[in-house]
Each structure stands twice: as C-alpha cells, then as structure tokens.
C-alpha cells in the first residue's frame, strides 16, 4: 500500500548509458515531480507534470526526459549518463486540489555513474 | 522569487535536550510552510505544515513549529529530543502558481548520548 513508489532503489551504471527510473502513486494526486537531491542534500526541482502535460521544466540537460503515461506514472529517462548526473532521485506527487497538501515524496533512486 | 534559508548547516543536541532548528523564508504572500524530515537512505516525510489561522502548529513526533510573520520564520521545535531524531531537516516553502515547493539545504541533526 506504498503511497509514492520508485524503482529502482539502487542503481549503477557505466557513463555514456541510457538508463530510466520509474514512479507510481496510488493516491488520486494530480500533479507528479522530479527531483534531484545532491552529495550536499540539495534538494531541485527537475520536472513537474500535472494531468500528464508537463508544467515545469527546471534548467535540465536535454538527456534527461520525463514521461507520464498516465496521471498515476511518472518515469525519467536519461541518455548518455555523465558522473555529474550521481545524485539521488526523488519522485514525489500532490493534489491539484489542495496547494497545503504539501507533497508526497517516495524513498528515493540513488543513481551512481561509473 | 520564493526561497528559504536554514541558517544551520549542523546541530548537535543532547539527548533529552530541547531543540529548535531555524528556518527562515522569502515569499510574496502568505506562504505554505512545511517541515519534512529525511532519515539516512530514506525518503522525505511531513513533518508539519502551516498555511493559515493558528501560527503554532503541532506536528508527527511531538514536534511543533511557530510561524511568525514579522522576522519572516518557522523555526522548528521538540522539547525533548530522542536518539531516534537524528535525520536531516528541511523547511519548505510554496507552492505558488506553477511553481513548487522551494526547500532550504538542510539542517544535520546529531544527537549526543
């Protein structure tokens, strides 16, 4: 019964790969992020799609391409990872509905470029 | 533009202690406020939140945060602090319009026996 659902947890990989990282939310929310937290804990928005249209789209390197299927999914996809791009993901989700809702965030995807 | 300072990179609090962890905000309105805690290797969770009526707000795990409009805060408060309170705190502000929610870097929280 996770609320906001991320796969994978862990993941590494080699530079120049294309790998995605895949979210679900299982609460009715309309609205789905992309965050990247850095070594320093920072935490940026990346991407913010509501009802499947994208809304925002933060300074992100082209390589990096989300896709919401439906309003219940938001995937990342990542071309040519660099060792820049080491950092953990966060996925998190909110109702249009209710600005003070606050946001719902899943566990993470810790993503290392070898 | 919205934006939140943590002036606090690290704290260290005894056990048993009372804590406050400070967070100030800029915003063009009234804000929504929040405080989320992220244990080691662990997601965000909401810790409290504030968006109107009551400026003292009560939250999960016996924590409370006062909002004060006139120094622009939402400073975070435990009376007593439990080893299991060791985590990174991060005050957020927003959304506004479009935009998201705006977070602060973080505050380390350490917890001496």
């Known amino acids: 019964d996770t609320a906001v659902s991320q796969t994978p947890k862990y993941l590494v990989t080699q530079m120049g790969n294309d790998k995605s990282i895949k979210c679900e939310q299982n609460?009715?929310?309309?609205?789905m992020y992309w965050y990247k937290q850095d070594s320093k804990k920072f935490l940026k928005i990346m991407f913010s799609?509501?009802?499947?249209?994208?809304?925002i789209n933060e300074t992100v390197p082209n390589r990096f391409s989300p896709k919401s299927p439906d309003k219940a999914h938001l995937n990342l996809h990542i071309n040519s990872l660099e060792l820049g791009d080491s950092a953990v993901y966060f996925c998190?989700?909110?109702?249009?509905?209710?600005?003070?809702?606050?946001?719902?965030f899943g566990s993470g995807t810790r993503l290392t470029v070898v | 533009a919205q934006s939140v300072t943590q002036p606090d990179i690290h704290i260290t609090v005894s056990e048993g202690a009372s804590l406050e962890l400070r967070c100030n905000y800029s915003?063009?309105?009234?804000?929504?406020l929040f405080w989320y805690v992220q244990s080691p290797g662990q997601g965000l969770q909401l810790l409290l939140k504030?968006?109107?009526?009551?400026?003292l707000v009560q939250g999960i795990k016996g924590f409370e945060a006062e909002f004060k409009r006139s120094q622009s805060s939402f400073n975070l408060r435990k009376p007593s602090v439990h080893w299991s309170d060791a985590a990174e705190y991060f005050c957020?502000?927003?959304?506004?319009?479009?935009?998201?929610?705006?977070f602060g870097k973080g505050t380390m929280l350490l917890v001496s026996p």
């Open positions: 609460l009715g929310h309309d609205t």
């Open positions: 799609y509501n009802n499947k249209e994208l809304i």
């Open positions: 957020a502000v927003g959304p506004s319009g479009y935009s998201t929610l705006t």
């Open positions: 998190a989700s909110s109702p249009e509905w209710d600005r003070a809702h606050g946001y719902t």
């Open positions: 915003y063009g309105a009234t804000p929504y």
């Open positions: 504030y968006f109107s009526g009551d400026t």
